[in-house]
């Protein structure tokens, strides 16, 4: 039995030994490994960024409109308008074009997993329908274009009274957040949904004349805008981005200039908007991951 037990031992301690030495080579050899690098799904991880060019159709509420100034104080009610999309063509790609059409830019950071701060431009245009009769609410002292009030009521048709554009455009610089969901995830396409809010300023640059004078065409700060948006992005290749977008929002602008020099003359507006745009953008990676 004695030799039995001896033997036994012996055994058991080959064994033990055999695979704590198993074990201490397998530690040795993952310290010689080299470090693979794995690259993070795109739209993702904290340090991503990603810049987007594209185009919008926009649509836009019944506004009531007032015009404040020396000697006249009144308000248009329910005025309709709507965008004004340049015709297909080089337009729309040639950079000395640009700001022609309709266009949105989109710059991205991600500065947590799957959130990311967005800074936007959406470039729109808003054009109020010239063929309109609208009710009409203060007072006119110049007779001329009093007269042109009847019935409570003032017909813009002949544009002689007023044109109202903002049509360079009605720019609504904005800052976002921005969530981000993986959908689908193959090896060279990805699918990712986001959605968010945003709030920032109106740069609109206005084509307006009112009572046949100088028109009013200049760059301005004319009020805010917030929204909330939604996307869809189509990831090809990690880094070529094909991106939707719907967005909802408010503006309101209460100082619009309506004259082009530095009178006191202003117009106030505030109305609900949809917009839908589609484009191009690129998605790239700040820093390595491991």
Same mark, same amino acid.
């Not at 991880?45 to 060019?53: A, D, L, P, R, T």
């Not at 307006?208 to 200049?218: A, P, T």
């Given at each position: ?54 185009? &919008? ?11 404040? !100034?020396? /000697?006249?104080? =009144?308000?248009?009610? +329910? ?105 689908? &995830? ?11 809010? !945003?709030? /920032?300023?109106? =740069?609109?640059?206005? +084509? ?83």
């Amino acid at each position: 039995m004695k030799r039995l037990f001896v033997v036994g031992l012996m055994m058991s301690s080959f064994v033990f030994g055999q695979k704590k030495d198993s074990l201490i080579a397998e530690n040795n050899a993952d310290l010689f490994k080299t470090p693979v690098y794995q690259k993070p799904e795109p739209l993702s991880k904290k340090g991503q960024m990603f810049v987007f060019y594209g185009w &919008n159709r926009a649509a836009y509420s019944n506004s009531d409109i007032r015009f404040k !100034g020396n /000697g006249y104080d =009144f308000q248009l009610n +329910n005025v309709t308008a709507q965008d004004r999309p340049t015709k297909f063509g080089l337009v729309y790609f040639d950079p000395s074009w640009f700001t022609v059409t309709q266009y949105n830019f989109r710059l991205g950071y991600f500065i947590k997993d799957n959130l990311a701060l967005v800074l936007g431009i959406d470039h729109m245009k808003y054009v109020m329908d010239q063929d309109q009769t609208v009710n009409f609410k203060g007072h006119i002292s110049d007779p001329e274009y009093a007269a042109m009030v009847q019935n409570g009521q003032v017909n813009l048709a002949d544009e002689k009274f007023l044109t109202f554009e903002h049509t360079d455009g009605l720019n609504y610089e904005n800052l976002g957040l921005e969530k981000y969901k993986s959908l689908i &995830n193959k090896k060279n396409v990805d699918l990712v949904w986001s959605y968010g809010a !945003g709030i /920032g300023v109106m =740069f609109p640059k206005s +084509n307006i004349k009112l009572f046949g004078n100088e028109r009013s065409d200049r760059f301005h700060v004319a009020g805010m805008g917030t929204d909330i948006r939604s996307s869809i992005n189509l990831v090809l290749w990690n880094h070529i981005m094909v991106r939707v977008e719907g967005k909802a929002g408010y503006i309101n602008m209460w100082d619009i200039k309506t004259t082009l020099n530095n009178k006191p003359d202003k117009a106030q507006q505030d109305f609900v908007f949809g917009q839908i745009m589609a484009g191009i953008g690129y998605t790239f990676n700040t820093k390595k991951y491991k």
